[in-house]
């Protein structure tokens, strides 16, 4: 059974830094694009980063640009994302995804096959 398990929300005062961490299990995703999504509430879920198999290719939304970092490492099954000068609209519950294919990492929730069940995240201001 393959899960993912997400770790590091809490609150925050704005301009702070957390860590995310997603573990795999259940199979190797070694091969495979991660990402990171967001649900803030009454909003839909959203893109905020994802990262290829060996981490050379990387995707934000605008809105983390130069603030987030994606990153990944293969022998452990983990996928992260630090977020550093956090800001309230940041607040949100933030999903790993993997996806099941060995191809590009996408921006799209539908490529992915694999979701964790959320770690909360709130910046206050």
């Known amino acids: 059974q393959v899960q993912l398990l997400e770790s590091g929300g809490g609150l925050v005062q704005a301009g702070g830094s957390l860590r995310l961490s997603c573990v795999a299990s259940g199979r190797t995703f070694s091969r495979n694009p991660m990402g990171w999504f967001r649900q803030a509430p009454g909003k839909e879920r959203e893109f905020v980063a994802t990262?290829?198999?060996?981490?050379?290719?990387?995707y934000y939304t605008d809105s983390v640009k130069g603030r987030f970092t994606i990153s990944r490492d293969n022998a452990k099954n983990t996928v992260y994302l630090q977020m550093n000068s956090l800001k309230p609209e940041d607040t949100a519950v933030y999903y790993c995804?993997?996806?099941?294919?060995?191809?590009?990492?996408?921006?799209?929730?539908?490529?992915?096959?694999?979701w964790g069940q959320g770690t909360q995240v709130t910046v206050s201001s």
């Open positions: 995804a993997a996806d099941g294919d060995a191809g590009l990492p996408s921006r799209d929730a539908y490529e992915y096959d694999y």
């Open positions: 990262i290829s198999r060996v981490g050379g290719i990387t």
